[in-house]
């Protein structure tokens, strides 16, 4: 099972703000045991809010392209 911490998992499961919240936690910290749904992840697609390295990926997987522009967040570099 996917590690929820700061939320009763069986409450986000009742709604579709919820179950989303769950699949974004999935995809940014690790599925657990469970699988990732690819038709949830499209589905909601425009509604994750995920991190920049993990949407890239799965863009790349899904539609074998970047839908979204690449934006280096970078806030400071150690040189």
Known sequence: M????????NE???TEEGRIKILE???????????I?????KKYWDRLDL??????????????????SHQSKNSFSIK
Do not use: F, T
């Open 2 to 9: 996917v590690y929820i911490w700061d939320y009763d998992i």
């Open 12 to 14: 986000l499961k009742k």
């Open 25 to 35: 936690r999935m995809i940014n910290y690790g599925p657990g045991k469970e699988k």
């Open 37 to 41: 749904k690819l038709a949830d992840v």
């Open 51 to 68: 991190y920049e390295p993990q949407r890239h990926l799965l863009e790349l997987l899904i539609w074998n392209k970047c839908r979204s």
